[in-house]
């Protein structure tokens, strides 16, 4: 059965997500993200980066010349593949050049990468989307860039190791996989929106109203000139306390 976008390997430019910095009507087919850590609605493919937001190829050809070179890496490991889904938070670095860049949520573009320190390449803030419980009674944690991360516990009947919670997020040391700490979504913590009619906006989070599901709430942040602004608990990224453990916006 065909595929109303495309086929298995291709995408209609036509329903690409709007973000993206193509022409819809130049040509009939563009890349299509290999499966990842980030679903098409939210990722940009790297060859697109590479081309049309960074401008290092004029062509497809010559993107992927450069990118089958591994001189890009992506959170610190060599990505060769052309296709290879980036989404936010995720480290971008062009090793022949020595540039860093950080894919951050963006008010007009949504994603989009942002150039940061060295000494900032080697974290970034991960969500919990979900937890489970593995054998041996250990604690599995899914974080939004499609990483598993296991929390050992001693005790199964009292894991006192398992201090996280869904929709938390976590300072992730990469490429090593450490957790070096975990922010709270709670009152009174700095939240990034990174999806929904207020993308790219940070604000410290003042109220949460949960009608029915958890994930559906409603969450109302001020940000630092006092403008109150709303959207679901869905769209939110903890990013610290007092102030962004990292640079989370252009």
């Known amino acids: 059965m065909r595929k109303i976008g495309g086929s298995?390997?291709?995408?209609r430019r036509e329903r690409a997500p709007g973000f993206w910095p193509i022409h819809k009507k130049e040509y009939v087919w563009t890349v299509k993200p290999s499966p990842g850590p980030h679903p098409l609605a939210?990722?940009?493919?790297l060859a697109i980066i590479v081309r049309d937001i960074l401008g290092y190829a004029k062509t497809m050809r010559e993107a992927r010349r450069i990118i089958g070179r591994g001189v890009i890496k992506v959170d610190g490991r060599v990505r060769r593949d052309y296709k290879y889904p980036v989404g936010l938070m995720d480290v971008l670095e062009i090793t022949e050049?020595?540039?860093i860049f950080r894919i951050v949520a963006h008010p007009h573009r949504v994603l989009y990468p942002v150039p940061i320190k060295e000494e900032e390449a080697n974290y970034k803030i991960c969500r919990i989307e979900g937890k489970t419980t593995v054998k041996g009674g250990h604690i599995q944690l899914h974080l939004h860039d499609g990483r598993n991360y296991l929390v050992r516990v001693n005790n199964p009947?009292?894991?006192?190791?398992d201090v996280y919670r869904t929709f938390d997020a976590v300072l992730l040391q990469i490429p090593q996989q450490e957790i070096m700490q975990v922010i709270r979504f709670e009152k009174g913590v700095l939240a990034l929106i990174f999806d929904g009619r207020n993308v790219g906006k940070v604000g410290r989070i003042e109220d949460i109203v949960q009608v029915f599901r958890r994930r559906e709430s409603i969450v109302s942040l001020v940000d630092e000139n006092g403008n109150v602004f709303r959207t679901i608990l869905e769209y939110i990224l903890p990013v610290g306390v007092d102030k962004p453990?990292?640079?989370?916006?252009a």
């Open 245 to 249: 453990l990292i640079t989370v916006r």
């Open 157 to 161: 009947m009292e894991p006192e190791e």
């Open 97 to 99: 050049t020595g540039e």
């Open 8 to 11: 298995l390997r291709h995408l």
């Open 42 to 45: 939210r990722c940009i493919p």
